[in-house]
């Protein structure tokens, strides 16, 4: 399996952005994908993730009102909207899948590369 993100960079405060996990070796909607963070100097941090059958799990009140995740069945593709951003968003933002939505965010499946996100004030 292999997770590959992207979209990543630099907005502003209160802006949006919307990172993108393409996956390979299993149909997305076998898995439970999902995002976690990791600022530097602070622990890592999983955020929400997406089911097989498509229902989303938050373990973040930051991320809950803020972030979405949704995914493109047809490209194999998991997203993750992010709106009102603040510079505490600033981190490495990584996918992550696992086959148990239930332990997903013990995040000791498969893991992305990462993709910096910056929010300047």
């Known amino acids: 399996v292999q997770l590959v993100e992207s979209g990543g960079g630099l907005v502003q405060a209160g802006g949006s952005l919307r990172l993108a996990c393409a996956v390979s070796?299993?149909?997305?909607?076998?898995?439970?994908i999902g995002w976690f963070r990791q600022a530097p100097g602070k622990m890592r941090e999983s955020l929400l993730c997406?089911?097989?059958?498509?229902?989303?799990?938050y373990y973040s009140d930051s991320a809950r009102g803020r972030f979405t995740i949704s995914r493109d069945k047809a490209k194999n593709v998991v997203y993750l909207q992010m709106r009102d951003l603040e510079p505490d968003d600033t981190a490495v933002y990584y996918c992550?899948?696992?086959?148990?939505?239930?332990?997903?965010?013990?995040?000791?499946?498969?893991w992305g590369q990462g993709t910096q996100v910056t929010v300047s004030s």
């Open positions: 992550a899948g696992d086959r148990n939505l239930a332990s997903w965010y013990l995040l000791l499946g498969d």
């Open positions: 997406i089911s097989s059958g498509d229902r989303t799990r």
């Open positions: 070796g299993v149909t997305s909607d076998e898995y439970t």
